[in-house]
């Protein structure tokens, strides 16, 4: 069996494509069936790529070594990019996380470069999926909101595209069974101090049995639902009418409009401008700039603000 979308395969052969592998199970089951659905072609159409992030030690170094083997073993052509991601966090200021994804993305990049790859293969799954709607939704995000299966990040002119984003984790064990498939286990993922970890590990194994079901198909089924909605809000807002020629959001337009709309308009800008974590409370506060008895100025994330002056709202 294949545990890769089928509409998307129809669309994929003729292109090259970068496969993000680091090892573990889910990454080595998404190149094991990107190699058997492409076939003999496969050497043209795949190239691996590792990013070794050096926070485990001799561990880290073991991961890249077996990747480095499967790629020699499958003949595909390999890109390794190791970065100190603990040194880059302290550095830039910023979370280990946010440091390793901002490592990957540059390795991606110069791998699809080099390559000439049209996007970058990643082994998210349904119930990592799950993991990200609860995280964003504790965290305030507005509405439900999760992975795409295809995300382009547009001032990198990168294609993420996750073709097993439908699949669970127990397809996934059960397809490493099946092909009796060797990956590594990070021991990280089962300490306690990350917060995804203790969702994956504590909270989703305490709904299901508050429940008494598995609790992923139904979080899953609203995601779609909001992102059906989010879809219809999307095609009835007039969005570059709100715009000035300057690209900012110009507010005699934006107040002709219901409360509910603003907010969708402010949240597609602040996405737009590459705003990340955008919550609820940061899109009523971008709102409440519209009020001239407020202060003309909020801060956001990433040191950067957002600003009323002569009419309009912007990014400073």
Request: a negative charge.
């Amino acid at each position: 069996m294949l545990i890769l979308d089928s509409e998307w395969l129809g669309e994929a052969y003729g292109k090259r494509w970068l496969v993000g592998v680091s090892g573990g199970r889910d990454s080595v089951a998404l190149l094991h069936s990107c190699v058997v659905a492409f076939g003999a072609g496969c050497a043209d159409r795949l190239v691996v790529c590792h990013v070794n992030h050096r926070l485990r030690g001799d561990d880290s170094d073991g991961d890249e070594g077996f990747v480095r083997s499967i790629a020699g073993q499958y003949g595909l052509p390999l890109f390794v990019h190791q970065v100190d991601v603990g040194l880059e966090a302290e550095v830039g200021k910023k979370s280990v996380e946010l440091a390793a994804r901002d490592a990957r993305h540059e390795a991606y990049v110069l791998a699809c470069s080099e390559f000439k790859c049209d996007g970058v293969l990643l082994g998210h799954h349904a119930d990592d999926q799950c993991e990200t709607v609860l995280y964003k939704l504790l965290r305030g995000s507005a509405g439900l909101k999760g992975m795409q299966e295809e995300s382009v990040l547009k001032d990198k002119k990168l294609v993420l595209v996750r073709p097993m984003l439908a699949v669970r984790r127990s397809e996934i064990n059960a397809y490493i069974d099946e092909h009796a498939l060797e990956f590594r286990e990070d021991v990280t993922n089962a300490e306690p101090f990350a917060v995804r970890n203790r969702l994956r590990n504590e909270v989703l194994p305490l709904l299901f049995d508050i429940m008494g079901r598995d609790i992923v198909p139904s979080v899953l089924k609203s995601l779609d639902y909001c992102g059906r909605q989010e879809d219809f809000f999307e095609e009835m807002i007039d969005y570059p009418s709100m715009l000035d020629p300057q690209g900012r959001l110009h507010l005699p337009s934006l107040r002709e409009v219901p409360g509910v709309i603003q907010q969708r308009i402010i949240h597609r800008y602040l996405s737009e401008c590459r705003v990340h974590n955008i919550t609820q409370a940061l899109v009523e506060s971008c709102q409440g700039l519209m009020e001239t008895t407020n202060a003309a100025k909020i801060n956001l994330p990433g040191g950067r603000f957002m600003r009323r002056k002569e009419g309009r709202l912007f990014m400073d």
